[in-house]
């Protein structure tokens, strides 16, 4: 039985499957997911999980080298916007709400939260890691 890193086998598959430029969604309870995309659905009551806590124990197994987030998160939700910022501590693009649904119906999965802070919706960029050897620059 595994007992160390993320337990839920569904998460670890989609961190394992992912590879440079993959994208990852971490999604709110209300953010309307697009048929055909694999969905991994942790709500479980208002607010628990909510996506700062999912993101946390995400990005300590997932190399993340950009995040995305509407507009919208650091119009209606700052502290929110700057809460994930903090902790995510990479590159974050602001693109129109609207536009961030869009793109959602090309990533790689996204992982429903319970979480009920307005736009709380945050699209993560897989980066390559510290571990590639360059030979020659």
Same mark, same amino acid.
């Given at each position: ?32 997911? =697009? ?42 939700? =700052? ?48 980066? =390559? ?9």
């Amino acid at each position: 039985m595994l007992s160390v890193g993320i337990l839920n086998s569904l998460i670890a598959s989609l961190v394992a499957r992912s590879g440079h430029m993959d994208e990852i969604i971490v999604c709110d309870a209300g953010f309307p997911i =697009p048929l055909g995309v694999e969905t991994i659905d942790l709500a479980l009551s208002a607010n628990h999980p909510n996506v700062l806590d999912v993101l946390a124990e995400l990005i300590k197994y997932l190399a993340v080298e950009k995040a995305v987030m509407a507009n919208e998160t650091k119009a209606h939700s =700052p502290s929110q916007f700057q809460k994930i910022s903090t902790l995510l501590n990479v590159p974050v693009e602001t693109i129109p709400h609207t536009e961030f649904k869009q793109r959602s119906h090309t990533v790689k999965g996204i992982i429903r939260t319970g979480d009920f802070t307005a736009y709380s919706n945050v699209l993560l960029v897989s980066g =390559p890691g510290d571990r590639w050897f360059v030979e020659k620059e």
